[in-house]
Structures are given as structure tokens and as C-alpha cells.
């Protein structure tokens, strides 16, 4: 195995990165920082800035006008993909918490992107479970509990449109996934990896981009 690149993220290329993408806007801005002043023990479950222009791209270069996003938390990548829909495009956000989602909500709406996000709390794979099993996903983005990705990776994948992507956050998971006697989370993101590895309706690449995230389009 030869490995191709041995560039250290230090946190001074870190900025450099930030400095060379698509800057935050005021609102993300806003969030990013509401979001670790409020909730300081659990910021880490919000996706990396870097994450939020990544998004929005990837929803314009598929041209996605119906997005799922399986875990909300305070809103940050909600936002970023709301941001780059057509003014008659939708989101479907899933989450399970009122109190985290209203950080959401209030950013949806000062952002002016309120009429484009349909937040639904409940368990995720109810929701998905209820939706229409014809193909009519264009994008989806997954970043909730890691013992369920499969469950979820399954109720989507049906119902996501020839060409549609599924965006999958955290797929190292620390680095965790090495481990073969790893168990919760951990042991969900290993068993996770192989199940999208072995299924042959997608095509998938896991990147090395912030916890690792893996992109995945419907043949």
C-alpha cells in the first residue's frame, strides 16, 4: 500500500482551508457560536465548518431539490443545504430533540430559508419509514445515532432517485473504526462501512474529510 499524501492538518492549514472556501455567512456564523456557547458538551456532534460550503455544493452540483437530513442537532448543515435549494425546493430534517432544534429554527428563519425546511421530530426511521417507497430523494445527509445508520442507509436508499447521493458524516469515527473489537457507535460506523462497501445499488467513496464522510450515489 502506498499512501499518497502525508499532509498534517495542523490547526494553522486548518484556517488556510477555511480561509480558501466559501466563508460563513452571518447566520452560520451566528449558529456555529450559539452553538458551542449553549450546548459546550455536546458542539461536537455539530459538522464541521468546512462540512457546511461542502454541503451546499453538493446540493447544487446535483441539482437536489428534495433533501432528507437524519439528525438535525442545532441546524448548521440544515441550514447550509436549505441555503442552496431552489426557492421551491424542501428539506425534510428528522431529529428527536425540541430544545436543539429550536437553535435551527430560528437560524432557518433569520436566514430567510424558514419555507424550505420541514423539521419532523420522532425517531428518524419512523419518519423515513412513512415516506412515499417510490424514488424521490435527490440528496440525503445522515449524522445521528451510528447503531442505526443501517437501518436508516436501508429506508433511503429505495426511495432515493437514479443518481441521487446520500452523505454520510462521521464514517471513521475517531479513528475507531480500526478497532475489530470496538462496540457501540463504534462497532455501528465498522458495520456500517462493510454494509456500504458490499452494496452493489451504490457507489461509495469514504474521504478523509473531517471525521471521515462518505459519499455514496444511487447507480
Known amino acids: 500500500m502506498t499512501k499518497g499524501n502525508s499532509t498534517k492538518i495542523t490547526d494553522e ?7 480558501h472556501n466559501p466563508p460563513l455567512n452571518e447566520v452560520q456564523r451566528g449558529l456555529v457560536a450559539t452553538t458551542y456557547e449553549k450546548f459546550p458538551d455536546s458542539a461536537g456532534m455539530q459538522s464541521a465548518e468546512e462540512q457546511g460550503p461542502l ?11 428534495h433533501i432528507v437530513e437524519v439528525g438535525t442537532f442545532t441546524g448548521f448543515s440544515s441550514l447550509s443545504m436549505a441555503q442552496a435549494l431552489p426557492a421551491d425546493g424542501k428539506l425534510i430534517a428528522c431529529d428527536v430533540s425540541e430544545e436543539w432544534t429550536a437553535y435551527g429554527r430560528a437560524a432557518w428563519e433569520a436566514a430567510g430559508v424558514a419555507d424550505r425546511v420541514e423539521l419532523r421530530i420522532g425517531k428518524a426511521l419512523d419518519t423515513l419509514s412513512a415516506m412515499p417507497r417510490e424514488p424521490h430523494i435527490d440528496m440525503a445527509y445522515v449524522d445521528a445515532d451510528k447503531e442505526s445508520q443501517i437501518a436508516y442507509w436501508e429506508e433511503l436508499v429505495p426511495r432515493l432517485r437514479p443518481g441521487g447521493l446520500i452523505v454520510t458524516d462521521n464514517t471513521l469515527f475517531h479513528g475507531s473504526v480500526l478497532d475489530e473489537s470496538a462496540t457501540g457507535s463504534a462497532a455501528g460506523v465498522r458495520a456500517f462501512n462493510e454494509h456500504v462497501r458490499a452494496d452493489t445499488r451504490m457507489e461509495s467513496v469514504l474521504l478523509a474529510i473531517s471525521d471521515g464522510l462518505t459519499l455514496s450515489r444511487k447507480a
Open 13 to 19: 492549514l486548518y484556517r488556510y482551508v477555511l480561509a
Open 55 to 65: 454541503l451546499a455544493f453538493l446540493v447544487r452540483l446535483t441539482g437536489a431539490r
